[in-house]
């Protein structure tokens, strides 16, 4: 059984955000929970990926797919959608658009000839916050504005004052945890537009297993609305300023939001632990 990793949201090795996916192929379900869990455990990485071919006229989807952190199972994981896309389109089992059906509905993903791929999920709804105790004292910064992120990625999205500050964080992650179901989302405007890029973030999600996570493409489906409210476009760019580092190109159509990205196979092998 093959097993890859893919770097997501990169053009380059080492870059983005790395995730597992595993393809089952011919099968027309999934392992038991329990496999699909130590799997991920055993690859250690923010999130591995198992997919399935759904048959033909099983609905709106092509494709079933679940997406597993090293300790938990997930609602949506935009990275390693990205991932299993480009996999599928790599070894020729889809091409074009792929639908997938996941426990936050129906995505899709196409990939385009430059070798980007553009993920269509829902919007996460945003909605404003009183500052939660301890919220400055975890993520160690003023805060300007805290929205709750809606139940598919259960986050709390942190404004603060520049691209500096959200760059040189150092959070108390277990004080992070008890904030949110997932974690925190801090975020501010770009210092400098011209260098390619509209915002930043960080993510960290220590409820998951992650203390930070390189890019993170569910995240996005709340920045998106979240800066294109304050900077007046539905078509953005976002830095997520992890070590890894990765960009994220968002756009805004009501309730669906497109990401937009890069992906790399760094590594194929054999998964011999089958289920």
Known sequence: MKIRIVDAFTPRPFGGNPAGVVLFPD??????????????????????????????????????????????????????????????????????????????????????????????????????????AGVEEAIGAPVLSVHDTGPHIGDLLVEVADEATVRTLAPDLRAVGRLSRRGVVVTAAADDPGRGYDFVSRCFFPNAGIDEDPVTGSAHTALAPFWSARLGRDELTGFQGSARTGLVRTTLRGERTLLTGSAVTVVDGELLATP
């Open 27 to 132: 099968a027309d379900s999934f392992p038991a929970d329990d496999w699909l869990q130590r799997v991920a455990a055993e690859v250690n990485l923010s999130e591995t990926a198992y997919a399935h071919p759904l048959p033909a006229g099983a609905g709106d989807a092509d494709w079933a797919l679940r997406w597993f952190t090293p300790v938990t199972e997930v609602d949506m994981c935009g990275h390693a959608t990205l991932a299993t896309a480009h996999v599928l389109s790599e070894s020729g089992l889809a091409s074009g658009t792929i639908r997938f059906a996941a426990r936050c509905g129906v995505l899709a993903a196409t990939a385009h000839d430059d070798g980007t791929i553009t993920l269509d999920f829902p919007t996460s709804p945003l909605v404003p916050a009183v500052l939660p």
